[in-house]
């Protein structure tokens, strides 16, 4: 309550100094908005199916050890772990996604304030 009582004060106080230049300073706000909901749908998919394909090759993994004397009496440990190195893949695959989104996603974050800030101070330099 405190910071929303903060923040009306403060746009209030703007407002009532430059109203373009409040407008100026807010441009950005439906952009980062729209950004953050998006970011989060596509990033809340993405770890889905991460965790997904996390257990998925676990169960290959626990397979594997709980008839090891299977597997070895088919000869059959590449076979195993290739199909844990296949699931693992596809993690790693899934996971180097999620790290690109979130750093595309935070650098929109941080360059959008600061081209703000620099419209900000060349709009009022030109007032």
């Known amino acids: 309550m405190r910071t929303v009582l903060s923040a009306f004060t403060t746009l209030v106080f703007m407002l009532s100094l430059s109203p373009a230049l409040t407008s100026v ?19 809340r998919r993405l770890t889905e199916q991460t965790q997904k394909a996390l257990a998925e090759s676990n169960e290959v993994a626990e397979e594997a050890v709980s008839s090891m004397a299977t ?20 993690f790693q695959r899934l996971s180097l996604r999620q790290a690109q989104f979130y750093v595309a996603y935070l650098s929109a974050e941080t360059f959008l304030p600061q081209s703000v800030t620099a419209l900000v101070l060349f709009y009022g330099g030109k007032l």
């Open 71 to 90: 597997v070895r009496m088919f000869a059959a440990e590449h076979l195993e772990s290739d199909r844990f190195g296949d699931r693992l893949r596809v």
């Open 25 to 43: 300073a807010f441009v950005s706000v439906p952009v980062v908005v729209v950004l953050s909901k998006k970011y989060g749908v596509v990033m």
